[in-house]
């Protein structure tokens, strides 16, 4: 069996707020396998962020966590910031969804990259900078020996995309994490930065988790796809298991909501009715039951564990938490919610 480079036990995020105990990570097990690529999807405030920002220490100080995150053989949670320090940028490089955010506007991008470099090795200031040459390059920053002394906003947002990413591997990573890394492009430049990913990845030999709301950034790079609602997992499995035979019928409804290139093009694009629930206190049952049309009134007292899905799909590793995912998986897609998409306001009289 292959050791995981990360191996995260019953993580539990509370965050204390004005209006009480907010839970947002509710037992998450996961662990990321030597060069995998990890999807991570589910709607806004399903926890996606939070399990990030606690592999790397960064929560917010009103947040209690518990559980376990093991990198090989240490233990990161609890880690001083001194010594989660020498992991982050090093070990795992990170991506975030808005590049502006994540570079310094008074700072060059050569330069920029070069200083994540030299927190790390130890280079001569000729081979810092033609490293930051080559990554910017290998990112798809085109004549990068020319922009390398240019400022962020004279890049286009892809372009600062990209140089973000270069960032995130400059030394070589283990891990590369990326929350939402294309969430704020245009549909082209989107492909393209994904393609940058793939390029950084394959370089540095790295695990890739991507975070996203869109299941249709991850179908053409993840291997496996977690799917998060309300703080939990709520399905797993390899990428063609969630696409092909989705057991939980929130992820057929997320399915339901993108384009998809095998349909015939008669399927509609249908939306989940209603919004996810609200993390503060706790409600019996299925935390999706108001919004499944599937529901029975076991769904409605009884909350169900991530469980193996019975073998139609042939891995022990598809899971899913749903009272009735063996039936859910031979359902076929697009069929579970109504198709909304003629549904028109009537205009006032
Ligand atoms: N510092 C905080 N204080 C209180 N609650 C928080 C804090 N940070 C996150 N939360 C809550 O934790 C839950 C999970 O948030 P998270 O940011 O992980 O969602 P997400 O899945 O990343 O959503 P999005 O797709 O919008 O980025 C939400 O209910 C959010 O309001
Ligand atoms: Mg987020």
Redesign the pocket.
């Known amino acids: 069996m292959v050791e995981p480079l990360l191996d995260i036990k019953d993580l539990d995020?509370r965050?204390?707020?004005s209006e009480g105990e907010?839970r947002?990570?509710r037992g998450i097990n996961l662990s990321l396998n030597p060069r995998e690529v990890l999807g991570i999807v589910?709607?806004?405030?399903?926890?996606?962020?939070?399990?990030?920002?606690a592999v790397m220490g960064l929560?917010?100080k009103?947040?209690n966590v518990t559980g376990s995150i093991h990198m090989g053989d240490r233990e990161l949670l609890g880690m001083k910031d001194r010594q989660l320090s020498s992991i982050r940028g090093l070990k795992i490089g990170m991506i975030f969804?808005d590049p502006l955010t994540s570079l310094n506007p008074v700072y060059s991008v050569g330069w920029q990259v070069e200083e994540a470099i030299s927190a790390h090795q130890d280079l001569s200031k000729e081979k810092r900078r033609a490293e930051a040459i080559r990554l910017l390059e290998l990112v798809g920053i085109p004549r990068a020996d020319d922009r390398v002394d240019d400022y962020p906003h004279e890049f286009s947002g892809g372009m600062r995309q990209r140089v973000v990413i270069a960032i995130a591997m400059a030394n070589n990573p283990q891990i590369i994490l990326a929350?939402?890394p294309t969430t704020a492009l245009d549909v082209t430049v989107q492909a393209q930065v994904l393609e940058a990913l793939q390029v950084a990845i394959d370089q540095s030999h790295a695990s890739l988790v991507l975070?996203?709301?869109d299941l249709g950034v991850v179908a053409g790079l993840a291997s496996r796809v977690v799917v998060?609602y309300a703080?939990r997992i709520v399905e797993i499995g390899t990428a063609d298991a969630i696409f092909y035979s989705p057991a939980m019928p929130y992820t057929h409804g997320l399915l339901g909501s993108i384009p998809r290139v095998d349909d015939d093009g008669g399927a509609r694009l249908r939306q989940i009715p209603g919004s996810p629930p609200?993390?503060i206190g706790t409600q019996p049952g299925c935390p999706f039951a108001p919004r499944c049309p599937l529901r029975k009134d076991i769904c409605l007292t009884e909350e169900p564990a991530l469980r193996s899905v019975s073998s139609t799909t042939g891995t022990e590793a598809h899971q899913a938490a749903c009272h009735f995912a063996s039936d859910v998986v031979t359902m076929p897609l697009a069929s579970m919610f109504p198709d909304t998409s003629d549904d028109h306001e009537e205009p006032p009289q």
Do not use: W, Y
Request: charged share 10%; hydrophobic share 40%.
């Open positions: 995020v965050f204390s707020t907010t947002a990570i589910g709607e806004s405030g399903s926890g996606k962020s939070v399990t990030a920002l929560l917010a009103n947040a969804q929350d939402e975070i996203t709301h998060m703080g609200s993390m």
